[in-house]
């Protein structure tokens, strides 16, 4: 469960924030056509995760969703 104090630490808010960014610029710039699309698509994700302090599989192992309630988790 580590994984998961990761990353609902503001390094692991960065980190995905960072990850969809990518995701994204290499859907603008290195690939085209529908792979283009998914990156693009698939890159919103873990940026809207960053920006908006959520971790989605975090319920799927009985943590909470909330950013700010996973902290209080591990405190």
Not at 31 to 41: A, F, N, Y
Not at 42 to 70: E, K, Q, S, T, Y
Request: charged fraction near 10%.
């Amino acid at each position: 469960m580590q994984i998961f104090k990761f990353l609902g630490s503001q390094a692991g808010r960065i980190l995905r924030g960072l990850a969809g960014l990518i995701l994204i610029a290499l859907g603008i710039w290195a690939v085209s056509g529908t792979w283009q699309w998914v990156l693009l698509i698939i890159g919103l994700v873990p940026l809207a995760a960053g920006l908006f302090d959520f971790c989605l599989f975090a319920p799927l192992f009985n943590l909470p969703f909330l950013g700010d309630r996973l902290r209080d988790q591990f405190s």
